[in-house]
């Protein structure tokens, strides 16, 4: 009978062993259940990046097919005209006397006529 307890005893040890390396090992649920929300956030960043790659393979492809991409791309970020226009700039007026106002818009004016070809009056 006293076999019986040793082994009892035995199995009792390796049952808590088992269950302690199942919750708390490595590999343990803890383990897995970070891992998961590693996955999870690599999942959303994976999906943004795809996002973002595929806007840009469709400006790309709009470059590449045609010519009103180029322009419109010339015209807003590098601010060039196409020969025979003209170019006009829109001043907000600042707040203050109107007479620095309209010495303002004068200049402007000059500007644009430069600007499209035509000297200055």
Do not use: C
């Not at 005893?9 to 259940?33: M, N, Y």
């Not at 196409?82 to 170019?87: D, H, Q, R």
């Not at 829109?90 to 007479?99: H, K």
């Amino acid at each position: 009978m006293h076999w019986v307890r040793v082994l009892l005893v035995a199995l009792l040890a390796l049952l808590a062993f088992l269950q302690l390396r199942l919750w708390f090992g490595e590999g343990g649920r803890r383990s897995v259940a970070d891992l998961q929300q590693k996955v999870d956030a690599q999942t959303r960043e994976n999906g943004g990046l795809e996002q973002r790659n595929s806007a840009l393979a469709a400006e790309v492809e709009d470059l590449k097919s045609g010519e009103a991409a180029v322009e419109d791309r010339a015209r807003s970020e590098l601010g060039m005209i196409k020969p025979g226009e003209t170019f006009y700039r829109v001043v907000e007026p600042q707040t203050g006397d109107l007479s620095s106002d309209t010495a303002s818009n004068v200049g402007n004016d000059q500007a644009a006529d430069s600007v499209e070809g035509n000297p200055a009056p």
